[in-house]
């Protein structure tokens, strides 16, 4: 089975940095994702970690390390925008199970 | 190119009735997952098909039940609905093959199904 652990909510300054933490215990690692979900609309992908070490995107980086079955995510220079939930998700065999999700809020 | 495409967007049904849901894929894309999301349980893998066979399926009663036609696009059916099958019904598109499929998964915007 799958478990995959997330903080519930996060509160950041805009302008700030934020990183939400992501563990897991699966039976089955085939990568690890992020994506993004804003209220009423579908997720969206951020990025996908397979191999250890650090991915940069723009304003966003995902970092794993699979020996610790760990991720985070890290959002850098925090915009009104950036205000969604995260989740943290890991491949199994052709399914994508899911954290409960990190409720991001980024204030003025 | 069009997104992945859910019809309804929205839905309401009567406890014991059945609901059909219908999910179109981005072209091209042979895989369509379909994923349940409720605010208490996050979102829960509820089947996968490729090239019309199922190639994974979650943990959900034998009431929840899909298939994949032969374009791609895909069903998902709920018989004898109840209260807690109310949530947001999401399904993700991908090409479905290669190692690294799952970075071409984009979500449509749901159907969101209360039941009365």
């Known amino acids: 089975g799958q478990n995959i652990d997330q903080p519930t909510e996060m509160t950041a300054t805009e302008g700030a940095i934020v990183q939400i933490n992501c563990t897991y215990q699966?039976?089955?690692?085939?990568?690890l994702f992020w994506y993004q979900q804003h209220a009423g609309e579908a997720p969206t992908f951020l990025s996908y970690n397979v191999l250890d070490g650090l991915e940069e995107k723009g304003r966003f980086s995902s970092f794993l390390s699979r020996s610790k079955g760990y991720s985070y995510l890290l959002l850098k220079e925090l915009q009104m925008k950036d205000s969604a939930s995260y989740l943290c998700a890991v491949k199994g065999d052709y399914k994508l199970s899911f954290g409960a999700g990190t409720t991001v809020t980024v204030r003025a | 190119k069009a997104g992945v495409t859910q019809t309804p967007r929205y839905l309401i049904k009567t406890r014991g009735q059945q609901v059909t849901l219908s999910c179109s894929p981005i072209s091209g894309h042979r895989s369509v997952s379909w994923y349940q999301q409720t605010p208490g349980q996050g979102l829960q893998f509820l089947f996968e098909y490729f090239s019309e066979t199922q190639r994974n399926k979650g943990n959900f009663p034998g009431r929840f039940s899909g298939r994949q036609f032969s374009n791609s696009r895909s069903e998902m059916n709920v018989s004898t609905l109840e209260l807690g099958d109310s949530a947001l019904y999401l399904c993700a598109s991908s090409l479905g093959t290669g190692g690294r499929w799952n970075t071409e998964a984009f979500f449509g915007q749901g159907t969101r199904l209360t039941v009365v």
């Open positions: 699966t039976s089955g690692f085939n990568g």
